[in-house]
Nanobody, 129 residues
């Protein structure tokens, strides 16, 4: 049974930082294409950051230089460190996983759409205000 449980969201002032965590079970983060997806009301879903099985990372232009994706294989957990937060970063953030060994851009495209075989968590709310 696959479970992705996000935590770490909350309310933060502009310029502040948060670290999101995604605890995975039934999924081995080191062997999956993993990533963070966000969606705000009235806005398109956005692939924030992804990491492949080769540890290649990819970021949306809107977060480059501010967000860092990482993983702890021993804890089987995915992280998203978010610095210099802006009001436009306000959204629900979802952890997602694809079991295929996809390359960077394919990994990011795959995770954007919840589909059979693609796993998503329930999300954690980030509000920057």
């Amino acid at each position: 049974h696959v479970q992705l449980v996000e935590s770490g969201g909350g309310l933060v002032q502009p310029g502040g930082s948060l670290r999101l965590s995604c605890a995975a079970s039934g999924v081995t983060v080191s062997t999956y294409c993993m990533g963070w997806i966000r969606q705000a009301p009235g806005k398109e879903r956005e692939g924030v950051a992804t990491i492949t099985t080769l540890l290649t990372t990819n970021y949306a232009d809107s977060v480059k230089g501010r967000f860092t994706i990482s993983q702890d294989n021993a804890k089987n957990t995915l992280y998203l460190q978010m610095n210099s937060l802006k009001p436009e970063d306000t959204a629900m953030y979802y952890c997602a996983a694809d079991p295929r060994p996809l390359l960077s851009l394919a990994c990011r495209s795959s995770l954007l759409v919840p589909a059979p075989g693609i796993y998503w968590g329930q999300g954690t709310q980030v509000t920057v205000s």
